[in-house]
């Protein structure tokens, strides 16, 4: 095991301990995981892996942050997102990003099943794509639910990829 996946490792398994238990990632795990992952990557690479690193960072803040802004991810899911990117490059970055969106999926559709909400869940998510395809009708929003926590779902593609070099 390279010390980048040692380090994806830990970052994913207290990330994703914090985001379970508290509902938020601290900047102190993201912002010490994605300045290891720079310097791991210099260190083992080079300036080629400097390059992979910073190139996996910003490809993920260039994800998350519209994400964000669209009220879709966390904060702190986007920075643990680019610290993934700068621990596993891109092309480990995509990975981790399928293999999350796999995992948030089926967490949010067994969080309706649990809670007996996909029904009607679903057909509300119906009715706002047919108003708002329809002129001159009002725009029904989606209900408001529980809000996932997408940083388990992150940690634990992370945590996939450090141990078996994939997701």
């Known amino acids: 095991m390279t010390w980048g996946a040692v380090a994806l490792l830990a970052a994913a398994v207290v990330a994703g301990t914090w985001d379970l238990r508290r509902g938020r990632i601290p900047n102190a795990v993201t ?7 720079l310097l791991i990557s210099a260190i083992e690479s080079g300036a080629a892996g400097l390059a992979a690193g910073v190139l996996g960072a910003g490809a993920a803040l260039a994800v998350g942050l ?3 802004l669209w009220g879709g991810m966390g904060g702190g899911d986007v920075k643990l ?6 621990l596993a490059g891109p092309y480990g970055l995509v990975q981790v990003f399928v293999a999350s969106l796999a995992l948030g999926a089926a967490a949010a559709v067994a969080m309706l099943v649990w809670r007996g909400e996909l029904l009607r869940t679903l057909w509300s998510v119906a009715v706002f794509f047919a108003t708002a395809l329809t002129p001159r009708v009002r725009i029904v929003a989606p209900l408001a639910g529980p ?4 940083g388990v779902c992150i940690a634990l593609a992370g945590a996939g990829l450090a141990l078996f070099g994939r997701p």
């Open 147 to 150: 809000r996932l926590r997408f």
């Open 31 to 37: 912002y010490s995981a994605a300045a290891a992952g």
């Open 66 to 68: 519209p994400l964000f």
């Open 81 to 86: 997102f680019a610290a993934v990117g700068a």
